[in-house]
């Protein structure tokens, strides 16, 4: 069943705002991957980390794999109407043939 | 250089139907999965296969069969489609020593069952 659990479940913003979501489970992950998927496509990874603590960025996203190694958060700066779509938080569970993928934030970015 | 496609893109099946989607990868991935995407529920794997000639089950794996003849390509067949079974169906590739970087995913095929 599902093991990553991610709120909000969506966000409607106004064009230059900064988002957060998260991403927690019960269970520890070693790996933390942040997707983005566009209407009518599949899923693009954003973002990946790998060490309890780290904190990576790319270009206006920036992401932590939390210390627990629990939770895991993503930050969207300055968003722009081209960010709508839906954030998916996900990690390998017992191999990383086993990829669990949260539920989903799907964000909506108002001009 | 396409990546990974997915054919078809849309299809409506009957109960009891039997259809084959098709995933394609030029990128020489020895990994290969399907997933079911539902509403509310995130992506769910449905088997997955590590090279050619293997399978293996994954989360969601009831109601559906796969084959890895060709390194290249990946099957997802329905015998006898349920609507239970309408969703959109992806398929994600990454190579034997990328794993923990992250998939390269199709575009989907979006099945419904009446």
């Known amino acids: 069943g599902q093991q990553l659990n991610q709120s909000p479940q969506s966000m409607f913003i106004q064009e230059g705002e900064d988002v957060s979501m998260n991403c927690t489970s019960s269970?520890?992950?070693?790996?933390w991957l942040w997707y983005k998927q566009d209407p009518g496509e599949g899923p693009v990874l954003l973002i990946a980390l790998y060490k309890a603590g780290e904190l990576t960025s790319n270009g206006r996203l920036t992401a932590q794999f939390g210390i627990t190694r629990k939770d895991s958060f993503l930050n969207i700066s300055a968003s722009i109407p081209s960010d709508v779509g839906i954030y998916f938080c996900a990690g390998p569970l017992y191999n990383n043939n086993d990829m669990r993928f949260g539920a989903g934030t799907r964000l909506t970015v108002k001009p | 250089n396409a990546g990974v496609t997915q054919t078809p893109k849309f299809r409506v099946l009957k109960t009891g139907q039997s259809m084959t989607l098709l995933c394609a990868q030029d990128m020489n991935h020895e990994y290969m999965y399907w997933y079911r995407q539902d509403p509310g529920m995130g992506l769910r794997l449905i088997h997955y296969s590590v090279g050619e000639g293997t399978t293996a089950k994954g989360e969601v794996p009831d109601g559906y069969n796969v084959s890895r003849l060709k390194k290249q390509n990946f099957l997802l067949g329905l015998e006898s489609a349920a609507p239970s079974q309408t969703s959109v169906y992806f398929c994600a590739t990454t190579s034997s020593d990328r794993t923990n970087y992250g998939y390269t995913f199709g575009s989907g095929t979006r099945l419904t069952v009446v």
């Open positions: 269970s520890i992950f070693n790996t």
